[in-house]
């Protein structure tokens, strides 16, 4: 069963700096796609950012960014420039090509502090 | 542009209570996926549909059952409902073309408190 790993229950930073947070997920299948979201104080699930397995390029939206290492099976999340409302949980997410399933980390939960 | 639509947001039940929550995907998206979220909890992934058939299983309770009709909205059903059912309960949908990321799209969530 693939099982997603987020090391980091809770990360503090200033606004406008950048934070990384950190995702490391287990799985036998090579087809895959990775995902972060954001769960802000209302608890709405958001997606950030996506990569898809077979791509060697780091996605990249905007401020934020992704360090993906197939081999080592690491999807780590950069935020540049950090701001307010940037303050959420955010998720790891794996979905295995072909299957309608998503499978969730713990989640970290993010602080910005003005 | 249109987005999942979860009813009802909020719902108070009495313990062996039945429930019944529903999820209407965006236009033209053929899965659905339901998660349960407890406090302080991952989502965790209980049951999905695919064009109206029942895909993906996870840790949904056998008191529980779900479907997906004919327009591809999807209900939950829950009975005998127990405290530790007292949660949020995420609606999800896709639409996932062989060529394209099986992007999900997240309702807002029905928080349910069974007391």
């Known amino acids: 069963a693939q099982t997603v790993t987020q090391s980091q229950p809770e990360m503090s930073v200033q606004e406008a700096e950048t934070v990384t947070l950190s995702c490391t997920y287990d799985t036998s299948e090579n087809n895959y796609y990775l995902f972060w979201y954001k769960q802000p104080p209302s608890r709405q699930m958001i997606l950030v950012i996506r990569q898809e397995a077979y791509k060697q390029q780091n996605a990249t939206e905007n401020r934020f960014s992704v360090n993906f290492q197939k081999a080592a099976k690491s999807f780590s999340l950069k935020i540049s420039d950090s701001q307010l409302g940037d303050t959420a949980m955010y998720f790891c997410?794996?979905?295995?090509?072909?299957?309608?399933?998503?499978?969730f980390g713990q989640g970290t939960r993010l602080t910005i502090n003005p | 542009a249109a987005g999942v639509i979860q009813s009802p947001r909020h719902l108070i039940k009495e313990k062996r209570e039945t429930a019944t929550l529903k999820c209407y995907p965006i236009?033209?998206?053929?899965?659905v996926y339901w998660y349960q979220q407890g406090p302080g909890q991952d989502p965790q992934f209980l049951i999905s549909f695919y064009e109206k058939m029942q895909s993906d299983k996870g840790s949904i309770p056998d008191r529980f059952s779900a479907q997906q009709f004919s327009d591809y909205h999807s209900e939950l059903n829950m009975s005998s409902l127990e405290l530790g059912d007292s949660a949020l309960y995420f609606c999800?949908?896709?639409?996932?073309?062989?060529?394209?990321?099986?992007?999900?799209?997240f309702g807002q969530g029905t928080r349910l408190t069974v007391v």
């Open positions: 236009p033209r998206h053929d899965t």
């Open positions: 999800a949908s896709s639409f996932p073309p062989a060529d394209r990321v099986p992007e999900a799209f």
């Open positions: 997410a794996y979905h295995r090509k072909g299957a309608q399933k998503l499978v």
